[in-house]
């Protein structure tokens, strides 16, 4: 059993054959023929050889369909790690640490190193940390960055840059020098490619083809315009009228090796590695999760990153760079019936028989062409909309988006992401510093409690009821204390402060001694206190306290109880208010 975690594979392999076969089939010659030129132009914004995307495109996509659990996810090059492949190569190539593509393969095996063993200590939920709102943000920046920096390959001028301040100046100088060929291939390309996404497949079915047939012709038609941009290029001879083309790509398969890589070179790419993997891994196993529930399957978010880490090892020994599950390949994958990850051998093997037949054809592919394809791809990360409902529903959240899309569009990508991680942290640091907590009374004739600034409730001045909603540590405990020491001095007549502690799942030792704290100074000024509905694993650890000991009210099953037996330890003096704050809502709907 065991094994069978391990090495999925072993599972889903089993017996297998039939009508199976023939949907995975089908699956993969729609994703080979969607992936070749993708696999070429993520090479290229990555600023390695176009050769080294179909590399990448081959074994990977073979180790991931042994280690990896989802049966529908198609692992490859995408954009935003082609993106930051290109930053963290740069900066190493430049100080002279090595050349570009054995500087991306010692990327891909350390990232893969990472993943591997994030896996085995069973580190998947590190990711839940890079919140949706930042990755977001930095998904959106990074699309922005990506079809700006192309925009130089559909004028055909040189520049560039890794930022727009980088990059803006550079194109606005470089106008003049547009070539007019370079833009009307470039320009007719991205036209192209709009219409057959968007009217590709509608148009084909009314023209009388069937379903999956027109489907088919829409998702090929980057092939349909390579070929013509091909025959047009040899036909006018662009290449000596300034058209950039893509030019010899080395005809065949990787040569399977494990580079000489340096220490210093491993040291100065794995602050970059390490982005990667958290970022590749968090948008794999989102796209993973998303077509699982589509099937009613599931995910193992640990065996994910072993069948990860396994990938990018595979691109590494392969003289690829950096891998994971892209969104729109894997969602063809899906749509087009792949039935188990035998789909992505079968890629591989389509992939594999590109590299081996197909190359010597690209030579007079214009590269404006290649960033077309980048440019509508990356286009589709970009969106507007999600910050506009973070902004409406959570300003709070909305500045660390905010915050992580300048810093990735102004400084860089490695910055951005570097951002987008510490601001995760930080705002679940602030929030669960400042937990949500509330006075509470009871709801006439029920057993409930609620919030008396929502709910009209009994309440007793000589009773305080404070319910926390958060567990207790080091980073929220002297707020705990702060606020108790307020409420007891804004009701000058309680006796009792009961702590409800139905949301407190843990609490640790700075948050005990505080409580220790508390209860030390209620009762210095005459005013015991009480728990309620404290969880089991809670109890457990104060019996293992001395703060029980020394507790100077009793705890409670329950809140009502509670209520009840300091009632009758009030007398019959002890009447109770009713109060409804500011707050209430008349119709029933509010929260506690």
């Not at 691109?315 to 992505?344: C, E, H, K, L, M």
């Not at 009210?553 to 809140?559: A, I, M």
Request: proline share 6%.
């Amino acid at each position: 059993m065991r094994l069978i975690r391990r090495l999925p594979l072993l599972q889903w392999a089993r017996g297998y054959g039939g009508a199976v076969l023939g949907t995975d089939l089908l699956a993969a010659v729609i994703v080979t023929i969607m992936l070749i030129p993708q696999s070429l132009a993520y090479a290229m914004l990555a600023n390695l050889p176009p050769e080294v995307g179909l590399y990448a495109s081959i074994l990977p996509l073979v180790a991931y369909a042994v280690f990896g659990t989802s049966r529908v996810l198609a692992v490859g090059p995408v954009a935003v790690v082609s993106l930051m492949t290109a930053s963290a190569i740069g900066p190493v190539v430049q100080a002279g640490l090595a050349d570009p593509l054995d500087a991306a393969v010692g990327l891909a095996l350390l990232s893969g190193a990472m993943l591997v063993a994030a896996g085995i200590f069973r580190l998947g939920f590190l990711a839940n940390f890079l919140s949706h709102p930042v990755m977001s943000g930095f998904i959106t920046a990074s699309g922005i960055l990506i079809a700006a920096g192309q925009v130089r390959h559909l004028l055909g001028v040189g520049g560039g840059g890794a930022t727009l301040p980088e990059i803006l100046p550079s194109l606005w100088g470089a106008l003049p020098q547009t070539n007019p060929w370079t833009l009307a291939i470039g320009a007719g390309a991205l036209a192209f490619f709009h219409a057959a996404r968007r009217w590709g497949k509608r148009g084909l079915m009314r023209a009388g083809l069937p379903g999956w047939l027109a489907d088919m012709l829409a998702r090929a038609a980057p092939i349909l315009a390579i070929a013509a941009t091909i025959a047009l290029a040899k036909a006018l001879e662009l290449g000596g009228k300034g058209v950039a083309l893509v030019g010899t790509i080395p005809q065949g398969l990787p040569r399977l090796a494990l580079p000489g890589l340096s220490a210093e070179l491993l040291v100065a790419l794995a602050p970059a590695a390490l982005l990667i993997s958290v970022v590749g891994f968090v948008e794999s196993v989102s796209v993973g999760q998303t077509l699982a529930a589509r099937r009613r399957e599931r995910i193992a978010p640990d065996q994910e990153l072993i069948g990860l880490g396994a990938a990018n090892i595979a691109a590494g020994i392969s003289a690829g760079y950096p891998v994971t599950g892209g969104f729109a390949r894997s969602v063809v994958n899906d749509d087009a019936g792949a039935q188990t990850p035998a789909a992505g051998i079968f890629t591989a093997i389509g992939i594999a028989l590109a590299a081996l037949f197909l190359t010597p054809l690209l030579a007079d592919l214009p590269q404006a062409v290649l960033a077309a394809t980048i440019i509508l791809a990356v286009l589709s990360l970009v969106d507007f909309r999600a910050i506009r409902r973070v902004l409406d529903y959570s300003p709070r959240d909305f500045l660390a988006m905010a915050a992580t899309i300048l810093i990735t569009l102004l400084v860089g990508v490695e910055p951005g992401i570097s951002a987008g991680v510490v601001l995760s942290l930080v705002m679940q640091l602030y929030r669960s510093s400042r937990p949500h907590s509330a006075v509470v009374g009871q709801v006439p004739g029920t057993e409930h409690f609620r919030n008396i600034d929502r709910h009209r409730v009994l309440v007793w001045p000589e009773i305080l009821s404070l319910r926390v909603d958060e567990s207790l540590y080091f980073a929220n405990s002297r707020f705990l204390e702060d606020r108790i020491a307020a409420l007891v001095a804004e009701h000058p007549r309680v006796r009792h402060v009961v702590l409800m502690c139905p949301a407190v799942n843990d609490i640790d030792a700075s948050a005990l001694e505080s409580l220790e704290e508390i209860n030390r100074r209620l009762a210095e000024s005459g005013v015991k206190l009480h728990l309620s509905e404290v969880k089991g694993p809670v109890m457990d650890r104060l019996h293992r306290s001395d703060f029980l000991r020394h507790l100077s009210g009793k705890v409670f099953l329950s809140q009502h109880e509670a209520i009840c037996r300091l009632r009758r330890e009030l007398g019959p003096d002890a009447a109770p208010e009713q109060e409804m704050g500011p707050g209430c809502r008349r119709d029933g709907v509010s929260g506690g």
